[in-house]
């Protein structure tokens, strides 16, 4: 229902900061409830931040502190600006829409390609 494009993600060095955006069409993007997945190699898929139509934000604790959620309806994209970068960073980021927080990640939203982010020395 909604198509999400991601860019931003690259090769950064421990420390470093990077913005991944997201990009919304073919929906109405001011009632979506969006946010941001991750997947290391080996490991789950983790909700890393969300935030609501409403613009209230969650984060997993493991980038509280670090990363921020944002939003901006006038250009319908959604950013994670990502601080004080770890190695344990590294994965594919992808950026996710639902019409609820309770649906993000499910069958009822939608995904974006992903982008990489590579967190190395």
């Known amino acids: 229902q909604v198509q999400l494009v991601e860019s931003g993600g690259g090769l950064v060095q421990p420390g470093g900061s990077l913005r991944l955006s997201c990009a919304a069409s073919g929906s109405i993007f001011s009632i979506y409830a969006m946010g941001w997945y991750r997947q290391a190699p080996g490991k789950q898929l983790e909700l890393v931040a969300a935030?609501?139509?409403?613009?209230?934000?969650k984060y997993a604790d493991s980038v509280k502190g670090r990363f921020t959620i944002s939003r901006d309806n006038a250009k319908n994209t959604v950013y994670l600006q990502m601080n004080s970068l770890k190695p344990e960073d590294t994965a594919v980021y992808y950026c996710?829409?639902?019409?609820?927080?309770?649906?993000?990640?499910?069958?009822?939203?939608?995904w974006g390609q992903g982008t990489q982010v590579t967190v190395s020395s």
């Open positions: 935030i609501t139509s409403g613009s209230s934000t």
């Open positions: 996710n829409a639902g019409l609820s927080v309770k649906r993000l990640g499910s069958d009822f939203s939608s």
